[in-house]
């Protein structure tokens, strides 16, 4: 009769550190947050050209299924700055049904035998919900931890393969990474800081200013971008993630999601976080 008790007693001692275990785990994972991007880069949108329209359907249809919390164009959005192509692309993003945004691209919006910027961001924002602001540069927040943070670093007036952050940004960046230390920051442009080839004609310029800006500051957690149709995923030293996406002209058409995990209440610096990268095909 004791050898029953005990065996009772003792299961019963392993079903409460079981349900410890499985609530700690449970608190443990709900520290835990989670945000979701999809980045699609480089479409080269032609109006003449069906088969853009026909790959951004398929785009629409893949986040639609896939449901992640945003969407950003990375820029060289159409191939030929012109009215016609502009309006072609909105319209042909215009069924995706989550939050999207646009990054000016050196294709997108020049004065040299094309657009210039701020008509080009008219038709944007006649079409887009989410930009109201006709702001070559600007932000939006996804949840109450992040703030995404889109950069111009096209030239005004001809298409540029070196991208520049001008000062004007990289002031306004660094009061506004000032202003929110506890807020995690992913930064959008087009040419990337840290080519994904290590080559001078990748390099963009004048970078020292927006460089040191950066340093200040430990809460800039991604830095993402397109231009030279090459996927890439780096880590510089301080711990921030440096992403490249894939052209989604190129055949088969591809785009990024980015997953990013972060416990807010643990984070001390870009280390701190896991990004699972992966890349779809539409």
Known sequence: MKLR???????????????????????????????E??????????????????YLYFLSLSLKKK????????GDNVDKSTEENVIGFMRAIHS?????????????????????????????????????????????????????VVLDDTS???????????????????????????????IFQHSPLVPPRIEYKLSMINTQKYEEMLKKHKNVIIISSGNYHQEAIQQDETGVRHISAPAFKDIPPSYQLIKVIY????????????VITTKIKV
């Open 67 to 74: 449901n992640p919390d945003f969407a950003v164009f990375l």
């Open 156 to 186: 005004d007036f001809a298409k540029s393969t070196h991208g520049e952050i001008s000062d004007e940004q990289v002031e306004w960046l660094d009061k506004l990474l000032t202003k929110n230390p506890k807020k995690l920051f992913i």
């Open 5 to 35: 008790k005990d065996a009772i007693m003792h299961k019963n001692i392993l079903k409460s550190l079981i349900i410890i275990f499985m609530f700690a785990l449970l608190n443990n994972s709900a520290r835990a947050d989670v945000i």
């Open 96 to 148: 995706i049904q989550i939050p999207y945004y646009i990054v000016l691209g050196k294709t997108d919006a020049h004065r040299m035998n094309g657009l210039e910027k701020e008509v080009y961001l008219d038709i944007v924002t006649t079409f887009n919900r989410n930009q109201s602001e006709n702001a070559k540069y600007y932000y939006f927040k996804p949840n109450h931890n992040v703030i995404c």
């Open 263 to 274: 416990d807010k209440d643990k984070y001390n610096s870009p280390k701190d976080i896991e």
């Open 37 to 54: 991007f999809a980045q699609i880069s480089d479409v080269h949108y032609r109006l003449d050209n069906e088969a853009s329209n026909k």
